[in-house]
């Protein structure tokens, strides 16, 4: 199971009137997540870019259980969900530092893989990721 | 069937390296297209406020079919989904302006209501909702 | 003179938990008035971009004078600042569709030119923009 | 001398389609400098508040001297600079972690004292803010 953590403290100019997070903030704080688990696991755009492939978000889901406000200070959880397809599967959760049993968001993406430059959808699993999956033990 | 155009063209600062939209600016697009909703059919942020209400999204879903770029003249297509549950659910399709069998994105978002200032949940569809409703021939 | 205008109805995630709008998002608003302009005149980034050229910010000044809220209606309006140097110079002032003599905000952008792809900056004017300010009987 | 650090790791969604950062998003780095000052110094948003003062901005201006990229790790140091007038006047000098002479970006910005929730400026230096101040031994 491949996972990874990332803190992120919630911005004046993420707040809204309401003064909670607009919701569409998340999806930053997802992508934040995402690069730090490329870092982690050396699976970042710029691996992605070198091997000559761009991986757009074909599909995003949020969940929002409870809000945030300026100030709060998150915990942004992201795993990978392996799977056959030519796709990359991250699942997410955030909570805050002090209450990690209390699910403040959830959400998922899905990437596919696009050749660079003519954005060509890829249907085969590129040569770099396979071998990734199997550097981290990843049999599906 | 409630439904509800807007248009938007795509700023420069909404594309990202890659020359496309930024996934996350599409939660930009749903709100305009429901605020363009909220004008035409006086179901606005501020109609909610004046009721005593705030509608923070609980969910929202998006796939992506085809990148945007910058330049791109788009329209946000928003419907409101009728249903029995004190919950506001919108369906959006995004196209471009000289191309309208050819869906970009679409997605959904659900909202429920929070009275204010105390953000507590409402169970009940409040009392001004299904007045809103029943103007406007909603059975649900 | 060479002036253009462009309305901008403030979006509710562009107000902060002070009701107002953030301040950074005026760069954008400068944005969409350089674009509207740029569409007026034949000076938009695409043409910038077919000559060669890329045209950064070097220089942003904005001064607040009154805060906006959701929902307001803005005229952005923007003047191109004549000047010999390879420089784009920009003014602006931002006011209430109802209340033009109340200036909201105001500011200016310097923009250079820089070859593309490699960013080498342009002492000189190039000679797209020499002939774009003579169509304009611009002549400094 | 009352200074702050703090690191900024730029993001995908924050550059542009010429891969650079886009000049709007700055303004989010300085706010970010701004909040770490608070932190370390007693001086931040929710300690206005709490003293019953919002300081919203009316000036900010901004020099890029060298682009930003995707990935470039930053440092933006953050200084206040003391005057009579019932304002906050900040510094700002962005550079990447590894080179520190050369400078990417500069900047400043000026912030008022408006009472909440009337946003009434104030033409005298609140108490809070003198006693700050005299902690911190500034003598203007």
Redesign the interface.
């Known amino acids: 199971m491949l996972k990874c953590d990332c803190k992120v403290?919630v911005?004046?100019?993420e707040?809204?009137?309401?003064?909670?997070v607009?919701?569409?903030?998340y999806?930053?704080y997802f992508?934040?997540a995402r690069?730090a688990f490329g870092k982690k696991y050396g699976f970042?755009?710029?691996d992605f870019h070198s091997a000559g492939f761009?991986v757009?978000?074909?599909?995003?889901?949020?969940?929002?259980?409870k809000?945030s406000r300026?100030?709060d200070e998150l915990v942004v959880e992201c795993e990978f969900i392996p799977q056959a397809a030519a796709k990359i599967h991250f699942s997410y959760k955030i909570f805050e530092v002090n209450n990690p049993t209390q699910i403040l968001a959830s959400g998922y993406t899905v990437q596919v893989f696009v050749s660079l430059p003519a954005?060509e959808l890829q249907w085969d699993n590129p040569e770099f990721f396979k071998q990734w999956k199997i550097k981290h033990n990843i049999w599906v």
Do not use: C, M, Q, S
């Open positions: 403290v911005r004046f100019n707040a809204d009137p309401l003064g909670i607009w919701h569409g903030h999806l930053r992508e934040d690069e970042a755009y710029l761009a757009p978000i074909v599909t995003a889901h949020l969940d929002y259980k809000p300026f100030g954005f």
